[in-house]
Nanobody, 127 residues
Framework: EVQLQASGGGLVEAGGSLRLSCAASGFNFDYAIGWFRQAPGQGREGVSCISSSDGSTYYRDSVEGRFTIFKDNTDNTVYLQMNDLKPEDTAVYFC?????????????????????WGKGTLVTVSS
């Protein structure tokens, strides 16, 4: 059984940093795993993903250069290091995963490529 346990949200001032963690277990197949977010009144959008197969990564344009996703293969924990946070990054962040269908650039921008979801964690960036 696939399980995802996310943690690490919080309140930070603009320009600050946070690190989100997602402990993943139960995979016996190649998968894409990453982070999605949903701001108040908006739909859910892919933020960043990584492939378990080759480590390739996806970032949405608005976080490129500020966020870094990486995976600790010793315990299958995926991290999202978020630097230079902006008020527009405020959202509930979800860890999600699914069987690797295509490359992560095709699978991760929208949420319908993911089958497994962890609980959301709130990130609030004050101006």
């Amino acid at each position: 059984e696939v399980q995802l346990q996310a943690s690490g949200g919080g309140l930070v001032e603009a320009g600050g940093s946070l690190r989100l963690s997602c402990a993943a277990s139960g995979f016996n197949f190649d998968y894409a795993i990453g982070w999605f977010r949903q701001a108040p009144g908006q739909g859910r959008e892919g933020v960043s993903c990584i492939s378990s197969s080759d480590g390739s990564t996806y970032y949405r344009d608005s976080v490129e250069g500020r966020f870094t996703i990486f995976k600790d293969n010793t315990d299958n924990t995926v991290y999202l290091q978020m630097n230079d946070l902006k008020p527009e990054d405020t959202a509930v962040y979800f860890c999600a995963a699914g069987p690797l269908l295509f490359d992560v650039h095709q699978q991760c921008p929208v949420d319908n490529g993911m089958d497994y979801w962890g609980k959301g964690t709130l990130v609030t960036v004050s101006s």
